[in-house]
């Protein structure tokens, strides 16, 4: 059974002869009744304040959790971020990589090609003097045969005199 404070003023004791003084026994129960009533009031605030810091310690393990979520999240996130950085980066490198070699390829066959040219200008140069030296050596022999009766016409005319010549035309076409 619970006792209260209305419970302890509204006790009757029997009375018997030799027994206490009811009026000290009234002034105590009084004095026991609000000590009492104090200490519900008190154990009353003291329960309220138990619970209100219950629900701030549940407050504050629900936010400890949602930072812990919170940090066990982003750490995920930078993890895959990082890796996901270290699997770009790799692309990347691997693509400059293809593109590097294609570039090298091409800068290979670019100078095959211009080897070719080279070659078949060079040829072309080649094939060009000595066509060029057969040209010029045909025209000196050409010029040569032309300057020859003009030279032995110099020199008929410087021998002989030029009695007994009907004309100049036969200066060049005498018989010998």
Do not use: C, W
């Amino acid at each position: 059974m619970k006792l209260t404070p209305l419970d302890i003023r509204k006790q009757e004791f029997k009375r018997v002869m030799k027994g206490y003084d009811k009026h000290e026994v009234d002034i105590f129960l009084e004095m026991v009744a609000k000590e009492m009533e104090d200490l519900i009031r008190e154990n009353n605030t003291l329960t309220e304040q138990k619970k209100e810091l219950d629900a701030k310690i549940e407050d504050y393990r629900r936010m400890e959790k949602t930072l812990q979520d919170t940090l066990l999240s982003a750490q995920k996130t930078t993890d895959e971020l990082r890796k996901n950085a270290e699997k770009e980066a790799e692309l990347i490198i691997k693509n400059a990589q293809i593109q590097a070699e294609e570039m090298i390829n091409n800068a290979r066959k670019e100078i095959q090609e211009l080897e070719r040219q080279i070659s078949a200008l060079k040829t072309q140069k080649e094939t060009f003097i000595a066509q060029f030296r057969g040209f010029l050596q045909s025209q000196l022999r050409m010029l040569h045969e032309i300057e020859s009766p003009e030279q032995e016409v110099e020199s008929k005319v410087k021998k002989k005199p030029t009695e007994g010549y009907k004309s100049i035309g036969d200066l060049f076409y005498e018989k010998p």
